[in-house]
Structure formats: C-alpha cells, structure tokens
C-alpha cells in the first residue's frame, strides 16, 4: 500500500498547487495575501517531496531519501496554519468567503495545537503515523472545502483591480478606430499627391 500513499501524496501536492493559483485569482487582496499564496505553494511542493521521497525505514539506518522525507514533512506541518493565518484578513474583507473565515480560525488553532504536541511526542510512538495522518487531514480538508467554494463563484468575481482596466470590446473598438483613422489619412495623403492641386 505504500505505492498508493505516495500516488496521493503527489496527486495532492498537485492539486494543491492548482487550488493555490485558484484562491490568488478570486480573493480580494489584503495585506500578507501574497505571502499566504507563496506559502501554499511551498506547502503544495512539501507534499510532493514526501510523495516522492520514501521515509526511513523503522529501526533501519537513515538515508538521504528519508532526511529530505522527514525535512519536508516538517515544513508541510508548520507552513500550513502559517500560510492560512496570512490569508484570513483576505478572507474576513471578502463578502464571497466572509463565511469561511470562523471555520478558517478553527483550522489555524488545530493546527498550531497539533504542530506544537507534535514536538513533545516521540518518533517511536506506535500511533505516531496515526497522529501525522490526522494533522494533514486537518489541512486537506480545509482545502477540500474551500476548493468546492472555488467552484461556486466563476475566476475574477471577487478580486480587486489594482489598476483601472480597460474592457476587452472597448480595447478592440478603439484599436479599430485607430487603424480606420490611419488608413483614411494614408489614402488621403497618396491621393493629394497623385492628382494636380488644381483639380
């Protein structure tokens, strides 16, 4: 069953890549919002490392395939309730996921308990696997049901323009009349030269 693992693993990792660059294009920006999508990217990526890299063996030596598994397991763990915490002013200010923000607080705080017990338990515990399975759960639903909400609302429904934008049909009225004007003045030139001032 370990093959499985790894598939959801990276399967995961990817997919959270994806939800990343979903939340950066609906939630209106506040301040630390970049930085919490830069952090669920490292978290995405933590989690392919641990897909990709098998953990050390129990009771066996440690190899560089384990320490690079065991560092990124780690890192997953703390960056997640750090990235959410980030995100949550982001999330507050948004009418589209003023609703999610309580559930959002309740994830940061288990997070952080389970971060923090975490520290205190020993490797060797026989239902430590069973205590790290749970700490990703935590994370993984939460993205699980912030993804549904991703879908209900459309790309670009909430976000917040940094810059005035132009519409695409004005854009392209404007560079029509722009290329109409132009033409008009090149044939009315060549024409002014061709004929004699006279006529």
């Not at 990817?14 to 506040?30: C, K, M, P, S």
């Not at 063996?57 to 990235?83: C, D, K, M, N, S």
Request: glycine content about 10%; proline content about 5%; overall charge positive.
């Amino acid at each position: 069953m370990g093959w499985l693992q790894t598939i959801g693993f990276l399967t995961v990792g990817l997919l959270v890549e994806i939800f990343a660059a979903g939340l950066f294009l609906n939630i209106r920006r506040r301040r630390g919002f970049g930085i919490s999508i830069g952090l669920l990217t490292c978290f995405g990526f933590g989690l392919l490392l641990i897909g990709a890299f098998r953990t050390n063996p129990v009771g066996g030596t440690r190899t560089v395939e384990g320490i690079i598994h065991g560092g990124a397991a780690i890192a997953v763990f703390w960056l997640f309730p750090i990235a959410i915490s980030f995100l949550l002013p982001s999330i507050r200010k948004d009418r589209n996921w003023q609703g999610m923000s309580l559930y959002t607080v309740i994830t940061i705080v288990l997070g952080a308990i389970f971060v923090i017990v975490r520290l205190f338990l020993p490797i060797k515990l026989s239902w430590f696997g069973l205590y790290e399975r749970i700490l990703v759960a935590n994370a993984i639903i939460w993205i699980e049901v912030l993804a549904i909400r991703l879908l209900i609302f459309p790309l670009d429904n909430s976000v917040e323009p940094s810059k005035p934008t132009i519409p695409l049909t004005k854009l392209f009225e404007r560079a029509g009349a722009s290329v109409i004007k132009s033409s008009f003045l090149s044939i009315r030139e060549y024409s002014e030269r061709l004929l004699p001032n006279d006529l």
